[in-house]
């Protein structure tokens, strides 16, 4: 019987989450004040597309879509 809930432990997904939470332990007292400096300026950097962009990235998928 195949055994359906095992995860595959070489995974992608699971690779990558652990580098994150690896990273995120490794992260120093100087990192974190310096993102904690320049958090607010990332925050206000967000793009908020057009709606006539995003109008004509849908045409276009529309156009190309199989």
Same mark, same amino acid.
């Given at each position: 019987?195949? *055994?359906?809930?095992?995860?595959?432990?070489?995974?992608?997904?699971?690779?990558?989450?652990?580098?994150?939470? *690896?990273?995120?332990?490794?992260?120093?007292?100087?990192?974190?004040?310096?993102?904690?400096?320049?958090?607010? *300026?990332?925050?206000?950097?967000?793009?908020?597309?057009?709606?006539?962009?995003?109008?004509?990235?849908?045409?276009?998928?529309?156009?190309?879509?199989?």
């Amino acid at each position: 019987m195949m *055994d359906v809930f095992t995860n595959n432990l070489n995974s992608p997904v699971i690779d990558n989450e652990m580098k994150e939470a *690896d990273a995120i332990q490794n992260v120093g007292t100087d990192e974190m004040l310096f993102y904690n400096s320049i958090r607010a *300026d990332l925050q206000q950097i967000q793009i908020r597309p057009k709606a006539e962009t995003v109008d004509r990235i849908l045409q276009y998928s529309k156009n190309y879509a199989g």
